[in-house]
């Protein structure tokens, strides 16, 4: 059996086996290695991070015998939002809310939790993405004047 040691809470340096639990953690985290973490878009970067975390809390909190405190379901939700946005920013509400796997009703009551929406995410990233497309060109545009 492989072990791994790892420092844990309580300062003891106690060994994790490789099977189980930390098995899934030490695959998942070799497969984002293998991709390269800098190809990642940045929402799936988060949700590769959130994942790691939440893996990470469920192997130490099985070995001592603890239950951590996971990554909530909306801050997830948010993320797939986000990246379903960034995938298809020009996409209508109801396609983004579908690429996040929920309806549009769901998708808005859980940003609305976060004091926003399907439509004001997709408004401000077009924005930053006009804006960022218009300095590449040299004509240095910005959000607000993209307003006017």
Request: hydrophobic share 40%.
């Amino acid at each position: 059996m492989v072990q791994r040691r790892i420092l844990i809470d309580n300062g003891l340096n106690r060994p994790i086996p490789s099977q189980g639990d930390a098995e899934l953690l030490e695959a998942y985290v070799r497969e984002i290695v293998r991709i390269g973490p800098s190809r990642l878009s940045p929402p799936a970067a988060a949700l590769a991070r959130e994942q790691i975390l939440d893996l990470t809390a469920v192997t130490l909190g099985n070995r001592t015998g603890t239950t951590p405190k996971l990554g909530t379901a909306s801050h997830s939700l948010s993320l797939k939002l986000h990246a379903a946005i960034e995938r298809d920013s020009f996409g209508g509400r109801e396609s983004i809310a579908a690429a996040a796997g929920i309806s549009l009703r769901h998708a808005n009551r859980m940003l609305a939790l976060e004091g926003t929406s399907i439509e004001r995410l997709l408004t401000k990233w077009r924005l930053s993405s006009a804006a960022r497309r218009s300095k590449s060109n040299g004509t240095g545009g910005s959000e607000t004047s993209l307003l006017h």
